[in-house]
């Protein structure tokens, strides 16, 4: 049923975290999606966090202050006066060799641009969630992925997860990919706003103690010490500049490898496993695969379960990590497909959309190169139904025959135009 | 004289007063120090990839960001119980324009850090356009005199009176032309338990236009002409305040500078000469500066 891809044969949800997402429900607890990552967070240990309130993030940030204020986690919490100022206050202190959080999302990410490209520019491995959302105008709190698909350029590592479970699990392992000394890259995770943020659910929170050994603590190289004075920030002139960014680079490259041991490493600790770069459901003899990324996955799956009692080849295979871009892991993935179908929730106005765009990328100069064609959807919150998934699937049956729309907004309303 | 903690072999102009105050401003505070500068002038003449010409352990991030980023600093500081002074030191345009929030922030929020404005009165780095600290009258790029117009139309931004309302427990004003008083002020400043304040009038060459060695000159002109008054503030109320026996009228600061000159040319240029001495008697009697 469920088929492995890239580097090993059984991925995806493995049996034994599926076992204990029905069954094994010790050590399980019903809680919001924000308190999850939150208490994750704490398991993290960090020195500083450092945020500016912005829904839906606010509730994330709200339980991390508690528990602060409870003495349950030692950092230095920073209540500040802008998310520019957010992560700024965090290059100083990871600069100092702290251990740095902070999250937030849609307009706030956006204010925070400038700071993003600096962070990474800095090799500074600061984590933070991302609550997905829309950005205005017109004004919108909920949720779609523009936010974070359009920060795909600013250097930062980028996992986007399907359940709070994983969004706990991803946040941990977000730590450790990011300082490890041959990546020192800022990691977002990203997770649906309201739908995950605000959800509640069954989930088996970090124990603290195989996090502590999981996760090392944080000891750059470089830091901020007048023992030891450095010049962080420096200028760079035409002659080095293009050498920074190479570097950069390579290590979003070195990441994809980090990404998957790190993936595996966490299953041999605690048991749950998602793919490490991508992971696919029903994918392996689908001839028609859809590509996404986010909560939606699991209408998806509901949604090709029934397909298949109905006898049609649908699968599905999830980008889990969209910076690096997995690219070998989806021609992996994705061979045996006749047709991909990519769904996601961000458009790239006078274009198409991101992960389509990287995905035709990812296959053009592939030796196999099924037909891609792209759908957004859900955008400001609309909700993805298996009726638009099951539509999604009928236009890619028809672009079997020959493409009519290479990209397409799923079920607009066409009447309210 | 003890080695500077800002090297020699920086890229500054020559007459540049920046360098000179930064150079104060470390040997009052010391090795034991850390700074955090906004991008500018300061940045790019002290710190071109490989090369630095600082001897103290120094970050740079943005524009806008660096009373963010030593409260970060300060932060870390503290919780790793290491003790060491956190000084920000940034241009007019990163203090008083761009960065304002940034610092509005750090201040409200009471982090032990030191900010030193070297006050050059325009946006020097990208050319001479004018900043809120621009000066009446003053010719910039952007507020260049012409046939309507005798430069820039508006006065100063009286940042140390926003410092002061944000409860800022020590806030100064001070000359590159006065280094004992610089310097005494530094070392007050970094013995306060919150966050400081110092701006310091610090002339620019190319901006301004004189001749380099008048530089301190001029400096030394703008207070005792009254356009400059040296205060503190403790706790929010006027401390010492340097006197200035005898003021000397405006012209004699405001004819040494390139970018003042259309005043003494243009019709109407005797007009702003006299609301810019009503400026200087203003500071005289709100800060005392005659006995």
């Not at chain 1, 035409?238 to 980090?258: G, I, V």
């Not at chain 1, 299953?267 to 770069?277: A, V």
């Not at chain 2, 926003?162 to 013995?191: F, N």
């Amino acid at each position: 049923m469920m088929k492995g891809v890239a580097s090993s044969a059984s991925q995806g949800q493995s049996p034994k975290a599926r076992g204990e997402k029905t069954t094994k429900t010790l050590g399980m607890k019903v809680v919001e999606g924000s308190y999850a990552v939150a208490h994750a967070v704490k398991c993290c240990r960090p020195d500083v966090i450092s945020a500016y309130p912005i829904t839906p993030q606010t509730h994330i940030v709200e339980h991390l202050s508690q528990m602060v204020a409870n003495g349950e986690m030692d950092s230095e919490f920073l209540t500040v006066d802008s998310e520019f100022s957010a992560l700024s206050v965090l290059v100083g202190s990871s600069a100092c060799g702290g251990r740095c959080y902070s999250s937030t999302t849609s307009q706030g990410l956006a204010l925070m641009y400038e700071v993003l490209y600096n962070v990474s520019g800095m090799r500074l491995p600061i984590v933070m969630n991302v609550a997905n959302r829309a950005l205005g105008a017109p004004l919108n709190i909920w949720n779609d992925q523009q936010d974070s698909i359009g920060a795909r350029d600013v250097g930062w590592l980028q996992i986007y997860v399907e359940d709070v479970q994983e969004a706990v699990d991803a946040t941990l392992q977000a730590y450790k990919i990011a300082e490890d000394p041959e990546i020192m890259t800022p990691t977002m995770v990203c997770m649906d706003g309201f739908i995950l943020t605000h959800v509640y659910e069954p989930v088996k929170l970090l124990d603290q103690e195989l996090a502590s050994e999981f996760l090392p603590p944080f000891a750059p190289r470089s830091i901020l010490d007048t023992a030891d004075p450095k010049t962080f920030g420096a200028f760079a002139d035409p002659s080095t500049y293009t050498e920074f960014r190479y570097l950069q680079f390579e290590a979003q490259n070195k990441a994809l490898a980090k990404i998957e041991r790190t993936a595996r490493e966490f299953e041999e600790t605690f048991g749950r496993f998602y793919g490490g770069l991508v992971d696919s459901y029903r994918a392996d003899d689908a001839e028609i695969v859809i590509v996404t990324l986010g909560s939606v996955i699991g209408t998806i799956k509901d949604a090709i379960d029934s397909m298949r009692a109905e006898g049609k080849k649908v699968g599905l295979v999830k980008v889990r990590c969209y910076r690096p871009f997995p690219v070998a892991a989806l021609r992996e993935a994705l061979k045996k497909a006749s047709i991909i179908a990519v769904l996601e929730k961000d458009v790239s106005i006078g274009g198409e959309a991101g992960l389509l765009a990287d995905m035709k990328a990812a296959f053009y100069n592939s030796s196999i190169h099924p037909p891609i064609i792209g759908f957004t959807a859900g955008l400001g919150g609309r909700d993805i139904t298996i009726n638009d998934i099951e539509k999604l699937v009928k236009k890619a049956e028809a672009a079997m025959k020959g493409i009519e729309s290479e990209f397409e907004f799923l079920s607009l309303r066409t009447e309210i135009l | 004289m003890e080695k500077s903690l800002l090297a020699p072999g920086h890229r500054a102009c020559a007459g540049c007063a920046m360098p000179t105050t930064i150079k104060l401003v470390l040997d009052a505070a010391g090795p034991n120090t850390i700074v955090v500068s906004p991008t500018g002038c300061l940045e790019v003449t002290t710190t071109p990839f490989p090369e630095s010409a600082w001897c103290v352990p120094w970050i740079h991030s943005l524009f806008e960001n660096a009373a963010a980023v030593a409260s970060g600093v300060e932060v870390m500081l503290k919780r790793r119980c290491k003790d060491a002074n956190v000084i920000v030191i940034g241009g007019d345009g990163s203090t008083l324009d761009i960065g304002m929030g940034s610092n509005s922030g750090m201040f409200e929020r009471g982090h032990k850090v030191l900010y030193v404005c070297y006050d050059n009165e325009a946006y020097m780095n990208t050319g001479v356009q004018r900043s809120g600290s621009t000066p009446f009258c003053a010719n910039t790029t952007t507020t260049p005199s012409g046939k309507i117009s005798l430069g820039n139309p508006r006065p100063k931004k009286d940042m140390p009176a926003i410092a002061v309302a944000h409860r800022v427990p020590y806030v100064a004003t001070a000359s590159v032309a006065y280094p004992v008083d610089l310097r005494r002020k530094v070392k007050k400043a970094l013995q306060v338990s919150g966050p400081s304040y110092i701006q310091v009038n610090a002339p620019c060459i190319t901006g301004w236009t004189f001749d380099a060695g008048t530089m301190v000159e001029i400096a030394r002109l703008a207070v005792e002409t009254g356009l400059w008054p040296l205060v503190e503030w403790e706790n929010g109320v006027v401390g010492q305040v340097k006197k200035v026996t005898r003021p000397k009228p405006v012209d004699e600061y405001l004819k040494l500078q390139g970018r003042y000159r259309h005043l003494f040319k243009m019709p109407d240029g005797g007009e702003m000469l006299k609301q810019i001495q009503a400026i200087a008697d203003a500071n005289i009697a709100k800060y005392r500066l005659v006995d």
